[in-house]
């Protein structure tokens, strides 16, 4: 009797609690939490980058948005080199065989060094120096900047890569997947923290929240890459032995099947999705007028759609579904999102609206979680490791968030400035242009993807190629 009451409590526990399956002999529970603290820095680096620091250049400190913009837009630049870090972790040579966390704690330090440094940059762009040197704030912010997306793409690039080296291949999409929750974990405690911090804004405290977080940042990664990485001391020969070549690298892993296409997949995918990221909410206010308390629902009803997305891809994935034929569902619903945001103007309807907004965060999170899974099987494909396979991912997400979100806002002032000024005609001259050119791009290129997917679906329909999924979980995520 105590064996079957124990035996049914632990399935109780692994039915009802999450992630509790995710653990592993070779990566036990207290482990993989630790490991994941590392997710909880880079999502306070990422709340400090793209959203407190924003608002405190524009608002308190007067910075003009153009160059805000610009500071912004640096960490993005470094994502392509994501896949060069990965590769490096895959190949690095140490008298003792570490090969991960060397990159974390350096990336922790470039992470740190950064944002240490920030306050002082941001006080001097503002307008407030000691002396005044000549594009010395612009200089300044940019290299703290760029200081803190490398520590931050290094860190999560060799973390995510550690914690799949120790994961199994059965337990690799959970360890991954609560990664990613601790991730948004991360970003949402930091961003309520530092927000309260901050409601009396003051240059000194500015000085310590930013500094404190920096710390905190540091003491986390530690605490996280202690004893992660097993000691596997190399002789002399392995360590002076030439290193393969990250051209080689990369052109096995291009070669080792469907990679190539999967990363313009997601690329173009992305992009899609994303550049619509920070225009939805001006669409409802200043398109159908919409109060600030309406918009703000906005960002639940995608929440809710992503989260719907996501449960019905994991059932389908967990029964087998092909995931190619999934995402290529997401994009579908994409198109009818889309064309729903699209409609609401000329009807003059909220509620098609709203509908519309849902459907993009169902359509994003089913072609998100499909492509994802679809993605851990790429190092299994070729002879290049799983730093660079992950470093690849990463890049090609990044880079296609902070493209598509770049473009997307400077088309719709540019259309939009044209349009207000009567250059389109009359039937056009009106604020709603300009987003509406952003959504038929977003449009556009959903079935671009849909193109580059087709062969994708074609080829996991060979016998030989296709595979089933036991499970749900996430290879990477946006940064």
Known sequence: MTFLRAHGLKNLGTRFMPFSDAASDALPMGELLRLSLFQVSVGMATVMLLGTLNRV???????????????????????PFR??????????????????????????????????????????????????????GEVLAALAFLMTGLGLHMTQ???LALASDRATDETRP????????????GMGVSALLVGWLLRDFDPILLVRVVQGVALAGLVLNLVALWKQERVTPMTRRERLAPRPRFSDAWNDFLNGGQAGRLLVTVFLGTMAFNMQDVLLE????????????ATTLLTALWAGGALLGFGFAARKLGGGACHFRLASSGLLVGLAAFSAVILSAP?????????????????????????LTAAMALPSEGRSGRGLALGAWGAAQATAVGVSIAIGGTLRDAVTAQAVAGRLGDALASPATGYSVVYHVEIAL????LVALGPLVRRSFRPETKTGSGGIGLADFPT
């Open 57 to 79: 250049m524009i608002v308190e400190l007067s910075v003009p948005a153009m160059i805000v913009a610009v500071m912004i837009a640096l960490p993005v630049l470094i994502a």
């Open 83 to 136: 896949a060069i870090l990965g590769f490096r972790s895959d190949t690095y040579r140490s008298a003792i065989g570490w090969k991960r966390i060397p990159y974390l704690w350096f990336g922790s330090l470039w992470q740190m060094g950064g944002l240490a440094v920030m306050p002082f940059a941001l006080l001097v762009l503002g307008g407030d120096p000691v002396h005044d040197v000549p594009f010395a």
């Open 157 to 159: 690039t060799a973390g």
């Open 174 to 185: 959970r360890v991954v997947a609560l990664l990613y929750v601790m991730f948004l974990v």
């Open 282 to 293: 001006p669409y409802g206010g200043e398109v159908l007028g919409l109060s600030v308390s």
């Open 347 to 371: 009807f003059g309807s909220p509620a098609l609206f709203f509908f519309g907004a849902w459907l993009i965060g169902l359509g994003g999170g089913l072609f998100a979680v499909a492509t």
């Open 446 to 449: 959903i079935f671009m993807t």
